[in-house]
């Protein structure tokens, strides 16, 4: 959720309309609780009602994938059979297995991935890696101690992995890539694998091209110090100088209804409500459903800070410059980005 505007005091506190309208977080997945009501995260202080669940995942060429020569060839050269990856060292071989090569008469690509510096992109792209090679925000032990956590020789070869991915493995005009663009690849046939949001899969799923029987599903894979994934997605808050809060609360006393849950998955909406998507069932009422599941089981989110912008315009920048413009090396990225986030919670008054 927007922290600046919960501790600002543009959002209402709904802890009292919860209870009134026996509304319970408990009701809900607890990664989307934490990520989209909390505020301080892991405190029983709620300002949105869980509502889009989402996180980044994959999709792959199914249709190409199956391919008896190019399973043959694939296993000959690695030794594995071809399949979604489960590992990153998985994903980096088949990126390099399909980079440039001629699928019908056409060069295809290794894979799409987020790389826009404006708003948000390439840090929602890097840090599932960076996530699953052992970087982290701070040492669980000392609040904003971030030195050796953020900068660690794991995050660094976590960092530099995905520059290996960048430089390798991706269409040519990949410098600013974000959600819409990578689906694009994916739809106009240019690659093999893509990075993107779940909303994005129910789509991508009815595309006459690329999906139904051609398009595969995968959840994050994991990396040598962990498995987790990028959480997106948001809540449903009200703000605090409406003249509409009645209406609002009325409309998140609605939308919390099961058989409303239950509507909105079957549309191509991503419901949080456990009875919905721990219905036995689920897994089987999308093609997609069961890796959704999958990803939303390990999401980990950037900063929740009322700071948030500045924390993640640096990160941007940094992570930009040395993954896409080619500046520095990946510790000397990451150490840069401890002096800056350093240097806003100075500001920030907690350290």
């Not at 052992?134 to 992995?161: H, I, T, W």
Request: hydrophobic share 35%; charged share 25%.
């Amino acid at each position: 959720m927007d922290r600046r505007r919960a501790e600002n005091g543009h959002y209402v506190k709904l802890n009292d309309f919860f209870d009134k309208e026996h509304i319970s977080m408990d009701d809900f997945v607890p990664a989307t609780v934490v990520g989209y009501s909390e505020w301080p995260k892991n405190t029983p202080n709620y300002w949105a009602l869980p509502a889009m669940g989402d996180v980044v995942g994959w999709t792959y060429r199914k249709d190409w994938f199956s391919r008896p020569e190019l399973q043959k060839e694939f296993k000959d050269k690695y030794g594995w059979e071809l399949g979604p990856p489960k590992t990153y060292d998985q994903l980096m071989q088949i990126a390099e297995f399909f980079q440039k090569r001629q699928i019908d008469g056409k060069t295809v690509y290794g894979a799409s991935i987020y790389t826009e510096r404006g708003s948000e992109g390439i840090t929602m792209g890097v840090t599932n890696v960076l996530y699953d090679y052992g970087f982290d925000y701070q040492n669980p032990n000392k609040a904003y101690d971030m030195q050796g956590f953020v900068n660690s020789a794991d995050a660094v070869k976590g960092l530099e992995f995905y520059k290996k991915l960048y430089d390798c493995c991706t269409p040519p005009g990949s410098s600013n890539v974000y959600m819409g663009e990578s689906a694009d690849a994916f739809k106009s046939g240019q690659v093999a694998l893509h990075m993107n949001f779940a909303f994005t899969w129910p789509g991508l799923y009815k595309d006459e091209k690329v999906g139904g029987d051609k398009i595969g599903f995968f959840a994050n894979p994991a990396g040598p110090k962990g498995h987790f994934a990028q959480l997106g997605g948001q809540g449903i808050s009200v703000v605090s100088y409406s003249d509409k809060q009645e209406s609002a609360l009325k409309y998140i006393k609605w939308f919390a209804n099961k058989d409303v849950q239950a509507k909105w998955w079957a549309l191509g909406g991503y419901s949080c409500l456990n009875a919905v998507v721990n219905d036995p069932k689920f897994p089987a009422s999308q093609p997609y459903a069961s890796t959704f599941l999958e990803s939303m089981a390990i999401v980990k989110d950037f900063w929740a800070e009322p700071s948030y912008a500045t924390l993640l315009q640096a990160m941007q920048k940094r992570v930009h410059d040395y993954v896409v413009a080619d500046k520095g090396t990946a510790q000397e990225a990451l150490d840069s980005l401890v002096k800056d986030w350093t240097q806003t919670f100075q500001d920030d008054g907690k350290m």
